[in-house]
């Protein structure tokens, strides 16, 4: 392949910094010869430099050849055709506003080939800055965000031999802000009393008792069916979970694979489901016998309305903010996730278990989003490591006047098996 740099002529007329580059790639089957053209704004050395890359990449088999196709075209079509595949409802409407709020209005109007990281990174500069200054004003963890959604696109598109290569890539001088990590309430144990004692009598007990207890997602707590729960064995079946797409709320599988779990129950829970069952199997009888319909359309739902309809996610964080802003006890539902986990972690349980009644696809990802630490925590820490030395000390002073030459017996390892299992709420809830 041959190429050559000429002016760009409008009407005749050469236009300043603006130039032509013509790769030649010879001639096809019938002998009539192919050539593409690009199009470069700057200096004529800058432009050579553009056709010696372009030379270079088909050198090396990774060369594209030019197309008129628009970054909101692509975006549009990516997230029409690609993105929906192995992704949730919810995630897919996130990834749509993304690109419609930010990516759109920025880069849309861009050929896709002619991207680059320069354009990339003046768009992420325009999203930090404060509006008083131009930008938009936003966080770190949405550029981070709507970084990911334009990689991910830009990365379907090389393998589609769209562009030669990700132009969003860190490698290619993108930078990124650092993200500030959002420090999630998690409640102690007698905070979570105090908030079980709020809801009592509530609709919202359960949810909250169940949310504290197993780490259970909202959406998994309000897709439960009575047919998941063993009140003999004392067992949660977490096989579905509510997921919001753009046609409404549907019933699909948890997040992950690993979300697909079984959870034991505390006798605490077990108690409380055994009442709601009761209660749920009197309601349906007493609408069936006036002759009023009752709703099956999901299964006998742990949470539903009165006739057996979903408590719809929504519905449900409606009355939750409702509640919060009545009590200072209660944080957002997720951060009772948290707290549950964070306890179990607390209590001495060991990280694998805890993974496995979360859901995680590893304990350091457990451990490094759940494991919070206290004072009273980091205080026990200094003391041991202090208590260890002066223990150390104290032996080596015993055994420096001691002629006998006995040898102290080494402590044993701790297991997972010699950990303190967890409390149960009980003793903290009024009799």
């Known amino acids: 392949m041959k190429g050559h740099v000429q002016p760009y002529k409008r009407n005749g007329v050469v236009v300043r910094d603006r130039w032509r580059i013509a790769i030649d790639r010879g001639r096809d089957g019938a002998g009539k010869r192919q050539r593409d053209y ?51 409802g919810s995630t897919l409407r996130g990834y749509e506003g993304i690109i419609r709020r930010y990516l759109k209005p920025d880069l849309g109007e861009l050929r896709l080939q002619k991207l680059s990281a320069e354009a990339i990174q003046a768009m992420y500069t325009r999203m930090q800055l404060p509006k008083a200054n131009g930008g938009l004003g936003l966080s770190e963890r949405t550029v981070i965000q709507t970084h990911a959604v334009l990689h991910k696109a830009l990365s379907q598109a090389v393998r589609l031999d ?17 993200p500030k990590r959002h420090r999630v309430e998690v409640l102690s144990e007698h905070k979570v009393a105090e908030l079980l004692n709020a809801v009592e009598g509530t609709r919202l007990h359960l949810p ?40 409404g709320y549907e019933l699909k599988g948890p997040k992950s694979e ?36 009752y709703q099956l359309e999901y299964g006998p739902l742990v949470f539903s309305e009165e006739d057996g309809e979903p408590w719809w996610p929504s519905r449900f964080e409606w009355a939750w903010q409702e509640f919060r802003k009545s009590t200072r006890v209660a944080p957002r539902f997720h951060d009772l996730r948290h707290t549950a986990l964070s306890l179990m ?23 490094d989003t759940y494991c919070w630490s206290d004072r009273a925590t980091l ?5 041991s490591i202090g208590d260890l030395f002066s223990g150390a000390l104290g032996a080596v002073e015993k055994k420096s006047g001691d002629k006998s030459g006995d040898k102290s017996e080494a402590a044993p390892p701790l297991t997972c098996e010699q950990m303190v299992p967890p409390r149960e709420f009980e003793s903290l809830l009024p009799p």
Do not use: C
């Open 38 to 88: 690009y199009y470069f704004t700057g200096t004529k050395s800058a432009a050579e430099r553009e056709m010696r890359r372009l030379l270079t990449s088909a050198d090396k088999g990774v060369y594209v050849k030019p197309e008129g196709q628009s970054v909101a075209d692509w975006l549009d079509a990516w997230v029409k055709d690609y993105a929906p595949i192995g992704r949730a």
């Open 162 to 178: 769209k562009i030669a290569f990700n132009p969003a890539d860190t490698e290619r001088g993108v930078e990124l802000p650092k």
């Open 208 to 247: 909250v008792l169940l949310a504290v207890t197993t780490g259970m997602r909202r959406g998994e707590i309000l897709a439960l069916s009575w047919d998941d729960i063993d009140l003999v064995r004392g067992t949660i079946s977490v096989v579905r979970a509510w997921d919001e797409g753009s046609k």
């Open 258 to 293: 690993r979300s697909r779990r079984t959870i034991e129950m505390p006798a605490i829970l077990v108690s409380a489901l055994a009442l709601a069952k009761d209660e749920h199997e009197d309601r349906r009888a007493r609408r069936e016998l006036a002759g009023e319909s």
């Open 345 to 367: 972690l607390r209590q001495g349980n060991g990280p694998k278990v805890v993974q496995e009644i979360a859901g995680h696809h590893s304990s350091a990802y457990t451990m």
């Open 379 to 383: 205080k026990a820490a200094a003391d």
